[in-house]
């Protein structure tokens, strides 16, 4: 993404910015960890930052980029919605749930890494390059490595660019076909009740640091859709569920759920 295009995101969403919420700042607080929030509405133009200056900073998305990823894939037909599996080569890795035969489903609730990498090189540099040009989606250094670009720190995000992809995505702004834009929107999906769907990703970028732990998605309620990118310095795997207590802790305190 050039620095233009960058600076138009940051001061379209800071100018809707109120100044640091203290309810929000308390949250990260009480929890103990530095780090980010971004929650913005996609209708009424209202934007609530916590920590301007990390807000615009860009880290490894790590699996929030299979957000991203699952469109690309599907409109590559890398892989497919219709139950397609992919098989599992035995090898036995870290995480239990990585280590049988998968679906796109499955994949992305497991966030199986094994499986978009296998994907990954289906893609291929070029699409992935041509793609995330036309998304205008953080900053990607060449040459890079077309299986772990997205964990090894070869392509970096900000939350706030996180945002402004989910609203592309959310828009269905972006050049991917109308089955893609609903299948991600099924694999997204980590909530549903009477008032609202919370659609929603983590991220864990484990070779930077500090490393960084991501929650990025949204909130869609029948007179708004809230978008939200949340990043924080993870210290050790105690602090991995913090990304979703302070997400959801500050989407309560902005009234977004309840």
């Known amino acids: ?10 001061l379209f969403l800071s100018v809707q910015a109120s100044a640091e919420d203290q309810s929000i700042a308390d949250l990260f607080t009480k929890q103990e960890v530095s780090g980010t929030i971004v929650i913005s509405s996609l209708r ?8 301007d200056f990390r807000a615009a900073q860009r880290f490894s998305p790590a699996s929030t980029f299979k957000i991203l990823n699952t469109l690309i894939s599907l409109e590559e037909r890398a892989i497919s919605r219709n139950g397609e599996v992919m098989m ?7 995480l239990p749930d990585w280590n049988r035969d998968q679906t796109l489903e499955s994949a992305f609730k497991v966030s199986c890494v094994w499986c978009f990498q296998q ?7 070029e699409k992935y ?31 706030l ?12 702004t972006l050049p991917f076909s ?30 930077m640091t500090p490393q960084v ?5 949204y909130v869609e309620k029948s007179d708004d859709v809230w978008f939200f990118a949340t990043n924080v310095d993870i210290r050790n795997q105690e602090d991995l569920p913090v990304r979703q207590k302070v997400t959801r802790d500050a989407l309560q305190v902005k009234g977004i759920i309840p």
Not at 1 to 10: E, G, K, P, V, Y
Not at 119 to 125: L, P, R, S, T
């Open 178 to 207: 109308a089955s893609s834009y609903e299948a991600l929107s099924d694999v997204m999906l980590v909530e549903k009740t009477g008032s609202y769907a919370l659609r929603a990703k983590t991220g864990w970028a484990t070779r």
């Open 88 to 94: 599992w080569d035995g090898k036995i890795h870290d």
């Open 44 to 51: 009424g133009g209202e934007t609530f930052i916590h920590n």
């Open 213 to 217: 732990g991501w929650y990025v998605g």
């Open 129 to 159: 390059r041509a793609y995330l040009s036309k998304a205008e989606f953080g900053e990607l250094s060449v040459p890079f490595e077309v299986t772990t670009f997205w964990l090894d720190g070869s392509l970096k995000v900000s939350a």
């Open 161 to 172: 660019e996180q945002v402004a992809l989910l609203k592309k995505i959310y828009r269905r």
């Open 1 to 10: 993404m050039n620095i233009r295009a960058f600076s138009l995101i940051c």
């Open 119 to 125: 994907m990954a090189k289906e893609v291929g540099v």
